[in-house]
Nanobody
């Protein structure tokens, strides 16, 4: 089970830190990702991090502004969001997936993740 938190209302240029806590004892065996869904749009990839945190990937739209990290001792993955823009407004979901190989194309695929949190709303005002 995944529980996301940390969303809220922030002005453009501001920052938020999302957290996603996982239950269970196998957290380190999952690749974790963050996805977002704006009204009327499909859910899309934001960022992902491999098992021990050694490799990360970002959508071009957030590269240089967002940073994903994980703490396997706390069963938690984070998304630090800086320099927020109104177009970042969306519901943000954390997800966990079991992967044999960390192919970048697979890690960006919504359908490859089997476990999802409930989502947390991020609203950026201009």
């Amino acid at each position: 089970q995944l529980q996301a938190s940390g969303g809220g209302l922030v002005q453009a240029g501001g920052s938020l830190r999302l957290s996603c806590a996982a239950s269970g004892r196998t957290f380190s065996t999952y690749i974790m990702g963050w996805f977002c869904q704006a009204p009327g749009k499909e859910r899309e990839f934001v960022s992902t991090i491999t098992w021990s945190g050694g490799t990360t990937y970002y959508a071009d739209s957030v590269k240089g502004r967002f940073a994903i990290s994980r703490d396997n001792a706390k069963n938690t993955v984070y998304l630090q969001m800086n320099s927020l823009k109104p177009e970042d407004t969306a519901v943000y979901y954390c997800a966990g997936g079991r992967f044999d190989r960390a192919w970048p194309s697979d890690l960006r695929d919504v359908g490859k993740y089997g476990y999802w949190g409930q989502g947390t709303q991020v609203t950026v005002s201009s």
